[in-house]
């Protein structure tokens, strides 16, 4: 499968633990998205890379949030101490083309729940 | 600020009827509009993308149209299947921003 992996698929933690997702984007796109979708709505932007550079961060995340993405290939991102508001689907995107022609591809998504 | 709504929210039609979902957006200065496919619990499927400088892309049974200066979008299925039963989300990017803004999306179920 050459697609967009999104490691675990689900997730369940207590309230204040640590929680760290992994995403491997498709091979040959260098720019990789966070975004996060609660129940009954569409997804939102977190963050997004370039390559290995974070370049943009939404105020959606907060200083609890993390995000990485060592040597431009796979990207994690870590929630520390997490809530209850936390819980939501964490969706991975990467992005083939420029412009006009640009197109996102996803992941399954992790879905977390925080109990 | 690009706010993306989606109507209506739900909708069931039965065995092959077709069915056009509606996707409209308020700022027109897009790169480009895609519609996506999601199954329950699970992530994003891209069906079509439509760049700004486009007026309809196809793709089997599914025909998305663009008209850019009135801010709209139409998804059309034909001749639906229960396979076809999801939620249907629309997407924008803005002009200078790779980023998408979604709508809340559509629940079709398509009735046997």
């Known amino acids: 499968d050459t697609g967009v992996s999104q490691d675990p698929r689900h997730k369940i933690t207590k309230r204040g633990q640590n929680v760290t997702f992994r995403c491997d984007p498709i091979?040959?796109?260098?720019?990789l998205y966070w975004y996060r979708q609660t129940l009954g709505q569409g997804p939102e932007f977190l963050t997004y890379?370039?390559?290995?550079?974070?370049?943009?961060k939404s105020r959606l995340l907060s200083d609890r949030f993390s995000a990485e993405r060592p040597k431009g290939s796979f990207s994690t991102l870590e929630i520390q101490r997490t809530e209850q508001g936390d819980s939501a689907m964490y969706l991975c995107?990467?992005?083939?083309?420029?412009?006009?022609?640009?197109?996102?591809?996803f992941g399954q998504g992790t879905r977390l729940t925080v109990v | 600020k690009q706010e993306v709504t989606q109507i209506p929210a739900a909708l069931s039609v039965p065995e092959g009827e077709n069915l056009v979902l509606n996707c409209s957006f308020t700022?027109?200065?897009?790169?480009?509009l895609q519609w996506f496919r999601q199954d329950p619990g699970k992530g994003l499927t891209s069906l079509l993308l439509i760049q700004s400088s486009q007026r309809e892309q196809t793709s089997g049974r599914l025909n998305a149209s663009l008209d850019k200066s009135s801010g709209r979008s139409t998804l059309y299925i034909a001749a639906s299947q229960p396979g076809d039963s999801a939620t249907y989300l629309c997407a924008v990017s803005n002009f200078g921003n790779e980023k998408l803004t979604f709508g809340t999306g559509t629940r079709l179920t398509i009735i046997p």
């Open positions: 995107a990467s992005l083939l083309g420029a412009g006009g022609y640009t197109e996102a591809f």
């Open positions: 700022d027109s200065a897009i790169y480009n």
């Open positions: 890379f370039q390559n290995e550079a974070q370049l943009e």
């Open positions: 091979s040959e796109h260098n720019r």
